[in-house]
């Protein structure tokens, strides 16, 4: 239930977010117009993310009962807020790296990530011989976090123009695009899930 809470938060920040930013950058040729693309999106993503943490705050409890998960889920996500102020920076520049098709430090981020996650479990749980619990699991799902940033940073360098410009017509390009992305996906998965009902449901044959 943590995962599939924080995934559809990332996925959709990835969405809204991520593919603009890819186009928009990679189709542009002046860098004062990719500084304030970058910066728009930027913000967008903080943005977005500082709606998310209030809500974990106030009604991560409420979340938990409702999917019948005790008290858990909501120590984890809470536990994971790090992570998630983290996610800002990695997802952002995981679109740099990609926006300028450079994907080393895209891979590097990601390998440093699972590898930081893995070592933690395997040296935590399996060597030293320390309980795990599941707020264990929230708070290396930051620690990892943390580590892929500060690599896929450093491969990003680069092409940081350090300059923060946001607009409202590029947040506005930014969030239109993001939003025929976001829809397209959601009628896609809609119909997807509805098409294998509809098989199950007429098609396939009955049980005996």
Sequence with gaps: LFLVVTTIFEGTKSAL???????FVSSSYES????II??????????LTLVFIPFILFFSVWLSSTLNSGIDLSMMLKWFIPGII??????????IQQSHFDFKGVFAGHFTR????FFLLLTQHFILRIN???TNLAIYQSISICFGTIIIYLSSKKYLLMVFKPTKIWIKKIFKYGGFIFGSGMLSNIFSNLDQILTAKFIAPASV
């Design 32 to 35: 004062s117009e990719k500084a």
């Design 132 to 134: 795990l619990s599941l």
């Design 17 to 23: 977010l991520k593919n603009a930013h890819v186009k």
């Design 86 to 95: 983290f996610m800002v920076f990695f997802s952002h520049f995981e679109a």
């Design 114 to 117: 699972q590898t930081t996650f």
């Design 38 to 47: 970058a910066s728009s999106s930027l913000l967008i993503n903080g943005f």
